[in-house]
């Protein structure tokens, strides 16, 4: 999509969506919803000092600052560079195959009615379930954990492209064959980008469970990562190393999502202005 | 019309069914260059199923359609299509929209900057669907029903979304583009006034099965006046005609 660059120019003066961010109502509960984290982890320092709860259980976030200085930030970037290459790469293989095998589904009814039963089964399976059947055959080195990751980011992506192609409006297809596109031409130049919105969804849901199971994958056998410190923080009884990856953890989350919605409104800018402004445009009399 | 323009479409539609029920039956549909003919007819006379049926987006009937006497079997270049609503691509602009036939650079084709100055839209090349108004959203369609200069334009109840006043300017604007391209047109309406304003020759169809049952020649020079007394007096030829349907269908349906 290369052309809205050049669309927002032209359209700078009306842009809707820059007019409504400029008058946000919601500005101060924004603000508010960014310190509230803050203010509880505030909340906890201050019980833990004061003994309401016990240090030994809910290490204070100073602690959990302490313990990640100690650590240096060799060791921590360490932990976190595993777990994000990890994470990408098996979003990466996941996400990817998912948008080829689900564009396939979503264009061929042939192929869904085919494929379809399989995939259900295989959805229902829980991740861990897999963990025995990849460590007996892939061993414990990266590939193990990069399948499932794979394969915790693949269904969620795979669902939304298949919905997301089966739900562009038939006019729109119809348009295609009155200008005589070709599958490949209509898959491009209408099914993807009408089907984009839920497709980057899916997107989304995908990357947030990659990083659940790369959780998973590294509870089991890892020495570098944040689900290694997890368990190892368990099993040495320090709670402020669980913490501490814990909070890791929420923190690399949020960083990816956020990135994704900033591609998400990069692609969908057409979308801000189509909720913001002429819904009833596109709506027929009938 | 003069004697020398030769057909342009010939459009004959021996059974068209839906299922059981008979859509359409023994309609010949002729079009002359540069005529505009309007199709009007109560609802499930098949009138849009004949429209479709001449987009080739239907296949599955039985006869035959020729344009300059070959043979159609599916969509061509040289027809366009104009549906009820816009039905612009919401994600591109409205000259990515009109130039679409082009493919990915059809927004920079020089043709489509002059279609979209020829329907008053040239400040709004760059925006997007969602700022234009329904108007202006069925201008850009015209514009990109017209890209490519095919001979023959499709219009399947065009302008019946918009408000009075807009579609009276659409009518206008459409029948000068049509005039300056020397397109032809099919234009299918519910409209009265619009299809004796915009049409050559206005076919009534009639309904179960749908079939061509009258025709009135509407030889009023263009400009026409609205409010002109011979459209009036065809108006009510037409109206006449759509009494004769209902009492006929309400006899059948007593029986």
Request: glycine share 8%; hydrophobic share 50%.
């Amino acid at each position: 999509m290369t052309q809205t660059a050049s669309r927002r120019d032209a359209l700078a003066s009306v842009h809707p969506a820059r007019a409504r961010s400029a008058r946000d109502p919601l500005r101060r509960w924004r603000m508010a919803g960014f310190a509230l984290p803050f203010a509880v982890l505030a909340m906890i320092e201050l019980a833990v000092r004061a003994d309401w709860l016990p240090a030994h259980l809910v290490p204070a976030p100073s602690e959990i600052l302490e313990t990640l200085a100690r650590m240096g930030a060799a060791r921590v970037a360490r932990h976190v560079g595993a777990s994000t290459l990890r994470v990408f790469a098996g979003f990466g293989a996941g996400a990817g195959l998912a948008v080829v095998v689900g564009a396939a589904m979503g264009l061929s009814r042939r192929i869904d009615a085919l494929f379809e039963p399989s995939f259900q089964a295989l959805r229902a399976i829980p991740s861990l379930a897999w963990v025995p059947v990849l460590l007996l055959w892939l061993g414990i080195d990266e590939a193990p954990k990069i399948t499932l990751i794979a394969i915790g980011a693949f269904f969620p992506v795979h669902l939304a492209v298949v919905a997301g192609i089966r739900g562009v409006d038939r006019k729109l297809v119809e348009l295609g064959a009155v200008y005589r596109l070709g599958s490949f031409a209509l898959f491009r130049r209408i099914l993807l980008p009408a089907a984009l919105p839920q497709i980057v969804t899916g997107l989304r849901t995908g990357l947030s469970l990659a990083w659940m199971f790369m959780v998973a994958a590294e509870l089991i056998a890892a020495t570098r990562g944040l689900g290694y410190l997890l368990s190892d923080g368990r099993e040495t009884g320090r709670p402020d190393l669980v913490f501490a990856a814990i909070l890791l953890l929420a923190l690399l989350g949020k960083l990816t999502d956020g990135a994704m919605r900033r591609i998400e409104t990069r692609l969908l800018s057409w979308r801000d202005a189509f909720d913001a402004v002429a819904e009833p445009v596109h709506r027929e009399a009938s | 019309m003069n004697a020398a323009s030769a057909c342009l479409l010939d459009a004959r539609v021996l059974r068209k069914r839906y299922g059981e029920r008979v859509v359409l039956a023994d309609v010949a549909l002729q079009v002359r260059r540069g005529e505009i003919v309007c199709l009007v007819g109560p609802s499930g006379c098949g009138k849009s199923t004949l429209l479709r049926i001449v987009a080739g987006l239907d296949r599955d009937y039985r006869g035959a359609v020729t344009l300059d006497g070959a043979a159609l079997d599916g969509p061509s270049a040289r027809i366009g299509v104009i549906f009820q609503e816009p039905r612009l691509l919401p994600w591109l602009s409205v000259a990515d929209n009109v130039g679409f036939a082009a493919g990915r650079r059809g927004g920079r084709d020089p043709r489509t900057a002059q279609l979209i100055a020829e329907v008053g839209l040239a400040a709004f090349a760059g925006a997007l669907p969602a700022a234009l108004s329904g108007g202006m959203a069925q201008r850009a369609a015209i514009a990109r029903g017209l890209f490519g200069e095919p001979e023959l334009l499709l219009l399947d109840e065009p302008f019946s979304a918009v408000d009075a006043m807009t579609r009276m300017h659409l009518q206008a604007l459409l029948l000068d583009v049509v005039a300056r391209h020397g397109t032809s047109a099919i234009v299918v309406t519910h409209d009265l006034d619009e299809a004796l304003y915009l049409g050559d020759r206005v076919l009534m169809l009639a309904a179960d099965p749908g079939r061509i049952d009258g025709e009135i020649v509407v030889d009023v020079p263009r400009p026409r006046d609205r409010r002109d007394p011979e459209l009036a007096r065809l108006r009510a030829r037409l109206i006449d005609a759509f009494h004769r349907f209902w009492e006929e269908s309400g006899v059948a349906a007593q029986r």
